[in-house]
Every structure is written in C-alpha cells, then in structure tokens.
C-alpha cells in the first residue's frame, strides 16, 4: 500500500517519530500477548476482592457463628455455601478463610525472598569460603523432606505464640508461625537462583565500574547488582506464592496449620475429610478456590516469566 | 625541574592462578606518574598494561589473581598496605578509572543520573539533590545536549560516544587526582575517538589531573602523553618522553612498532607496511631470555639467556635490551 494523500503521510511520519519504547511498555505488551496469564491476573483481582470485599457483607462473628441445629446443611438460600459440621456458614468462612491463605500465601513468599535473596546473594557475590559454607546449609535444607520439616516445626512452635490483632482482626498466633515456617522452608530454589544470577553479573565491567568509584561491597550487592537479577525474583516468587498456598493448605488440612476459629481454605478441608460423599459442599467451595487461586498464580508466573525475559523479542503487531 | 611523582609503581609483580598454570601478567614494573603530567602506557594486548593499573585499584579479583610483590606508592604511602575500607576512600576520590567498552561499564538498570551521582553521595557527602544537580551539570560539561532530560535516560538510551562521555563525567565527579584511562577510545569510531580524546585532553588541563592513558594506539599517545612506557610481556621494555620515542625508538619492539604505522609524510607511497612476525608470547611459559627474541631482528647470543634489565641509556630514556638498534652490535 503507497501513501495516498499529505495527511496519510504525516501520520506516517509521526508514527515513526513516536518515541521508543520504555522497558515497563515493552513488558506489559509482552504480558498482555499470553493470554492465559491475563485470564490469570484477571481471575486474582476476582479473588482478591472476594475474600477483602466480602468483608462487607459478613462480619468475622458471622464466619466463627456456631449453630450446631444447622450442622451439615446442603447450601440454601440464607447458607449458598452451606454449612459445616458445626453450623458454620461456608461462605463467610471461604471469604475470612481467603484472606488468611492470601496473606499466608504472599507473605510466607516476602520472608522466602529476604532469605533467599540474602544467601543467594552473599553466597554468588562473596565466593570462596562463604559461598561453600552458604551452599551447602542449602543443600542440607534440600535434603530435608519440606513437608516433613514443615509438620515437625508446626507442631514444635504451634500454640506457643499468643493471637495476634492486625488490620481490625484477630489472627491465630498460628498464622504467624506458618508464615514464618512456609518461608524459611522454601528459599533454597531462590537462594540458587540469585546466588547463579550474582556469579555471573559480579564479573560484569559495570561492577568492575561500581568498584572504581569507590562504592562499598554492600550497596555493589544491593544497589547495582540485585536491580539487575529482579526478573528471575518477580517471576520465582509469584510461583512461590502459589506452592505457600498449597503448604498452608497441606498443613492446615493435616491439622497442624492454622488453628480454628480462624479459617482458612486449608483447615475448612480438614473437617470435610469425614464427608467427602455426604456432604460434597464441605470440600467442593474452599477446594476450588484453593485450584482456582493457584492456576492463576501459575499462569501470571508464566506470563511474567515471558514478560520478564530479556532475551525474548519484541515481535511487531 | 622534575616533579615529585604523585604515584609511584616500584617492582610490580601480578601473577593470575589460571587452569593453564600460573600468568605472569606483570613481571616487575615500576613506572612513576609526575603530577600535572600525562603517562602513556603502550603495548599489545595481554602485555600487563591494564592489570597494572588494576593493581594500583587494588581491583585485582583475588582469586585468581595475586600481587606478589612491589610497591604502590601513592603520594609516597604505600596504598598496597591500605585496607580495603581505606581503598574504597581513594576509588573515585583521588584515583578514578574510565573503562575500554562503555557498552558494558555502564549498569544497564540504573539511571545515567543516579551512576554519575552516586560518588559524590559517598566520597564528597552531597545530598541526594545537590549530586543530581552536580551531575547534571557534570553532564553538560562533557557535551552532552539537553543535559537534564538525559539525566534520567537509562545507559541504553545513550549511544557509545556518549556513554564513553557519561563515564568520564562519572570519573570526574569528585576531583580525583589521577586519571586511569582504560584504552577508553578503543570501542568507538575514530571521529568519536578523536572528540574523547579532545575532552579528556582539555578537562584534564581544566582540572590539573594527572593522567595514566593506557592504549595500543600509537598515535592517541603521541597526542596525550609527556611521557611514554611500552611494555612487552609484563616487562617494560622502553621508558621515554613521547618526543624522544619517537624520534628515536632504542628498543627493537618500539622500532618495529613505529614502522608499522602508516605515516602521512612517508615516501614509500606503494610499499607494504611493515609488521612483526609471531604473536606475543603467552604468559604462563617461564622465559630464561628476553621474551621478545622469537620476533626479534636484532638477536644475539646474550639475549637467549639473559633477559635485560632496564636501563637508562640517555637522560630520561630507558631499555631494556642488549643490542644498540643503530649499529645492531651489543651495548
């Protein structure tokens, strides 16, 4: 096709004047192009309003409210969810049961990075000596079953941490000793892949650059190195998000987790173990959220990690 | 009048543990820098010239390297002896260092900005606004156009010529003393050459620094240096003002080097240049001789066994070679 007219040639011009594109631009294109993972992200911001926005319909009495006359009801009009083998309402326990699994979730993934990062980092950038010492503990957590170290810890620290209130709610003093068992559980893949990032980004002239202005080791690790390796940390920890979901669900639902009251979708399973057949409404509600929560994680993760990808090409529209 | 040196290497020995074996990068160099003045350091590549002024950075990556042996004698103190804390004090602040490729000495996820500006946040205790500001107008110093909106490009937005610009506003942020050029203009186009060159000569004469221009191009050296060390395999071969190099090179390797470059006065318009035959010799075979003797014209017996120290042969020239290149006979 030839340009017709001045107009079309001005706006060809304009358009090849328009300004390059930012880095942020050229991931968000790249994202938006794998559709599954805008399902994914779309699904999350569903979920994530579900369980925070629900707030306003149920309050956390309403979810912990017991009525044992009502025990096992098949969803219904006042109970859609229906209820369980005490009477309590399912949906206002998925909603409250949510939040904790996502807060669990995100924030057992932020204690998994600050470990993993630190020795990832320490180890690939120091060498030597403290890289042999930091690799090995790694791989000695490796070896360690993960659910195994998880089910001994949660049964060692569970109970001994009082409940805790936060943003207007009072949580299981359970919850913390999960986040915090989850995260130091699950940094060793991470701590690998910073401490591979580091390896081959301290040998970079940049860093050769850094040194020759005088910059200390600390903010050459943190302020000139870490910013680099950022990709490979977004997209292992969103993935991570989803595995901290499925191990709270693993521990609650073995009973060792999250201490009723306070729900979450893991331990709203361990009572429905009894009535898988009788009583599907049990399982059937927190069980999909939990499948539904992580596929979406999974595919944001896959979205990201070919968003992310230096070495994938921007193709043209 | 000589000046004092502000920097000075005694007897330098680097060596690197490779799986090859040992390199035997540099092999007891000893140079000296006199303040206000420019030092040219000539050789090919692999001969110790850049890992000699790493050693005076103390950037030496240990392992695999190692110095041995020497001094490096900064305003007479022996920063070899510095801890690294002190070292950090000196980079950037007396010593700063620009690189060879600028394509990869720029960190490609921090702002031009914020890379120029961090020095002066750590050696000269800015704030944060008055470095940006500094740095904006360090960047306006060394040309580049529209200096505040590029403050905030990242290195890719920037071409070659102007990142190599960038790192030099980068190196002069904090009035350092010394200059280290690390063959700075190799990995630009020669009109882009000749600007780095043009700026780093004037901001230098601005300034009053003391500069190392380390280089394999004959003819930047000529338009720099006062005065000018070749080294060949880790030795130095010859030390002399960049005059007298020129006009009269005693060294073989100099000689061989200055009649393979063309010359815009020379006569033999249809002949072939000349060249040396061979490559350099690799760093981890232990030489009894001189290591130039395979590509060597002039060789006599005493030069397979003995290798010649250096020595001063005229006022302010030093060889290090046996044979008189004029008469092709021994000293």
Same mark, same amino acid.
């Given at each position: ?38 399902? $994914?992200? *779309?699904? &999350? /911001?569903?979920? @994530? ?5 629900? !707030? #306003? ?5 309403? =979810? ?33 049961? $949510?939040? *904790?699994? &996502? /807060?669990?979730? @995100? ?5 998994? !990075? #600050? ?5 990832? =980092? ?38 001994? /941490? ?156 | ?331």
């Amino acid at each position: 096709m030839g340009i017709q007219t001045d107009a079309e040639f001005f706006q060809l011009q304009e358009e090849i004047q328009a300004e390059p594109l930012t880095p942020g631009q050229i991931i968000r294109m790249r994202f938006l192009r794998h559709k599954m993972a805008v399902f $994914g992200a *779309i699904m &999350l /911001i569903v979920l @994530l309003f579900y369980s925070f926005g629900g !707030v #306003i319909f149920f309050s956390e009495e309403q =979810a912990n409210f017991t009525d044992t006359k009502l025990r096992l009801s098949p969803p219904s009009r006042e109970h859609p969810f229906g209820t369980d083998t005490i009477g309590r309402d399912i949906l206002a326990r998925t909603i409250y049961g $949510g939040q *904790i699994s &996502l /807060i669990i979730g @995100l924030s057992a993934v932020i204690v998994e !990075v #600050i470990v993993g990062v630190l020795i990832g =980092a320490i180890a690939g950038y120091y060498g030597g000596w403290i890289d042999g010492l930091l690799m090995r503990f790694t791989e000695a957590m490796f070896n360690i079953p993960q659910l195994f170290l998880l089910l001994v810890m949660a049964k060692f620290f569970g109970g001994k /941490i009082p409940p805790i209130d936060m943003f207007g709610r009072s949580f299981s003093g359970s919850v913390i000793v999960i986040i915090v068992i989850i995260g130091i559980t699950s940094w060793m893949y991470l701590a690998r892949i910073v401490r591979a990032n580091f390896l081959s980004l301290k040998e970079r002239e940049f860093v050769l650059a850094a040194h020759t202005t005088g910059t200390s080791n600390l903010s050459i690790i943190f302020n000139h190195i870490l910013p680099n390796s950022i990709a490979p940390i977004i997209v292992s920890g969103t993935l991570s998000v989803a595995n901290a979901i499925i191990s709270e669900a693993y521990i609650s639902f073995l009973g060792l987790g999250v201490q009723p009251p306070t729900a979450t979708w893991g331990n709203m399973l361990e009572g429905a173990y009894n009535y898988i057949e009788t009583a599907p409404w049990l399982w059937i509600f927190p069980g999909s959220l939990i499948v539904l929560t992580v596929l979406s994680i999974n595919f944001v993760g896959d979205g990201m990690r070919d968003a992310l990808d230096p070495h994938a090409i921007v193709e043209a529209k | 009048m000589e000046h004092e040196p502000i920097l000075e290497l005694k007897d330098l020995v680097v060596k690197f543990h490779t799986l090859d074996g040992v390199v035997h990068a540099v092999n007891g160099v000893s140079y000296s820098l006199e303040e206000g003045k420019t030092l040219g350091v000539v050789g090919e590549s692999g001969c110790g010239k850049s890992v000699s002024v790493l050693s005076v950075m103390r950037l030496i990556l240990d392992p695999p390297g190692k110095i041995y042996a020497g001094k490096i004698l900064l305003h007479g103190k022996n920063i070899l002896e510095y801890s690294e804390a002190q070292m950090e004090r000196i980079r950037g602040r007396q010593i700063a260092m620009i690189f060879q490729d600028p394509m990869t000495s720029l960190n490609p996820v921090l702002t031009i900005g914020k890379q120029i500006s961090e020095g002066m946040v750590i050696h000269l205790g800015m704030t944060v606004e008055e470095a940006n500001a500094r740095a904006v107008e360090l960047l306006n110093i060394v040309g580049i156009p529209n200096a505040k909106d590029r403050f905030s490009d990242y290195p890719h937005q920037f071409s070659g010529g102007m990142r190599q610009r960038a790192m030099i506003a980068m190196a002069l942020s904090c009035n350092p003393e010394i200059l280290i050029a690390d063959e700075p203009t190799t990995a630009l186009d020669v009109t882009i050459q000749a600007q780095i060159v043009e700026l780093v000569k004037r901001l230098r004469d601005q300034l009053g620094m003391s500069a190392i221009w380390i280089t394999h191009d004959l003819a930047v050296v000529a338009d720099l240096a006062d005065k000018v060390v070749v080294m060949y395999a880790g030795y130095i071969v010859e030390e002399a003002d960049v005059f007298r190099l020129y006009e009269n090179p005693l060294h073989p390797y100099t000689n061989s080097l200055l009649k393979s470059l063309p010359r815009v006065d020379s006569s033999r318009e249809h002949e072939r240049l000349a060249t040396i035959p061979g490559s350099p010799p690799t760093g981890t075979k232990v030489i009894a001789g001189c290591p130039f003797v395979p590509r060597c014209n002039f060789v006599i017996d005493r030069c397979r066994v003995e290798n010649p120290p250096l020595e001063q042969v005229e006022s302010g020239h030093k060889i290090a070679c046996w044979v008189d290149v004029n008469n092709g006979r021994q000293r």
